[in-house]
T-cell receptor, first 111, second 116 residues
Framework: GAGVSQSPSNKVTEKGKDVELRCDPISGHTALYWYRQSLGQGLEFLIYFQGNSAPDKSGLPSDRFSAERTGGSVSTLTIQRTQQEDSAVYLC?????????FGQGTRLTVV | AQKITQTQPGMFVQEKEAVTLDCTYDTSDQSYGLFWYKQPSSGEMIFLIYQGSYDEQNATEGRYSLNFQKARKSANLVISASQLGDSAMYFCAMRELSGGYQKVTFGTGTKLQVIP
C-alpha cells in the first residue's frame, strides 16, 4: 500500500481479554516501530524491529506485551490480560532508512 | 541519557508571533538526521522538516525553519507568524546508526497552543 496501515482503527475490549493490533508497513521499509500515546501526552516507545528481529524492546511495559514481525513486513502487537491503564492510542511507524512514516493508530479502550 | 530531549511540555504563543520549540540530541555518530513532526488533535503525524548533520544551511520549509547548532547539539524548530492551526503537539526526532542499522528516536513532544 501507499502508506502505513493499522488495524483495527478502534478497539474496545473488556478488562482481562487479550488483544492483537496489526501494523502493515510501507513495502520495503526494514525498520518498524511501535509507540503508545495516552490522551494529550507524548510518544512512549515500545519496541523497534529491524527486519524480523527486535534489537530494542526496552519500552514494553510488562510481560503482558509482546510483538512479532513476520516476513520483514506485517507486525502484530499483542496485549494479554488487558488492564484499564492499557487504554491509549497505539501508533506504528516504518522507515527505510530516513524519516519515519506513521499509521493512523489504533485507539484501544479497555472497559 | 536521553537521545532526544524536549524540555518544554507545553507552550503558548500569540497568533502572528514567532515561537521556538527546543530540541537537544545526543549521538556519537557523525552522520545523522533530525526531523520535526506535527500532531494536531486529529492524531495524524505530519512530517514538517528535515536537517542532515552535514547540511551547512539551516533547513527551511515555508514558515518552519530548523535552527541547527551542531556544536551545541540542538535542533530547535522555529515557527514564524503563528496561526491558530499551528496548535498541536510537536515532536523532534533523530535518525542515527544503531547496531548497524538506521534507527529513528523521538522526543516526548511539546504541546503548542496558539492564542488568538
Amino acid at each position: 500500500g501507499a502508506g502505513v496501515s493499522q488495524s483495527p482503527s478502534n478497539k474496545v475490549t473488556e478488562k482481562g481479554k487479550d488483544v492483537e493490533l496489526r501494523c502493515d508497513p510501507i513495502s520495503g521499509h526494514t525498520a518498524l516501530y511501535w509507540y503508545r500515546q495516552s490522551l494529550g501526552q507524548g510518544l512512549e516507545f515500545l519496541i523497534y524491529f529491524q527486519g524480523n528481529s527486535a534489537p530494542d524492546k526496552s519500552g514494553l511495559p510488562s510481560d503482558r506485551f509482546s510483538a512479532e514481525r513476520t516476513g520483514g513486513s506485517v507486525s502484530t502487537l499483542t496485549i494479554q490480560r488487558t488492564q484499564q491503564e492499557d487504554s491509549a492510542v497505539y501508533l506504528c511507524a516504518s522507515s527505510f532508512p530516513g524519516r519515519a512514516f506513521f499509521g493512523q493508530g489504533t485507539r484501544l479502550t479497555v472497559v | 541519557a536521553q537521545k532526544i530531549t524536549q524540555t518544554q511540555p507545553g507552550m503558548f504563543v500569540q497568533e502572528k508571533e514567532a515561537v521556538t520549540l527546543d530540541c537537544t540530541y545526543d549521538t556519537s555518530d557523525q552522520s545523522y538526521g533530525l526531523f520535526w513532526y506535527k500532531q494536531p488533535s486529529s492524531g495524524e503525524m505530519i512530517f514538517l522538516i528535515y536537517q542532515g548533520s552535514y547540511d551547512e544551511q539551516n533547513a527551511t520549509e515555508g514558515r518552519y525553519s530548523l535552527n541547527f547548532q551542531k556544536a551545541r547539539k540542538s535542533a530547535n524548530l522555529v515557527i514564524s507568524a503563528s496561526q491558530l492551526g499551528d496548535s498541536a503537539m510537536y515532536f523532534c526526532a533523530m535518525r542515527e546508526l544503531s547496531g548497524g542499522y538506521q534507527k529513528v528516536t523521538f522526543g516526548t513532544g511539546t504541546k503548542l497552543q496558539v492564542i488568538p
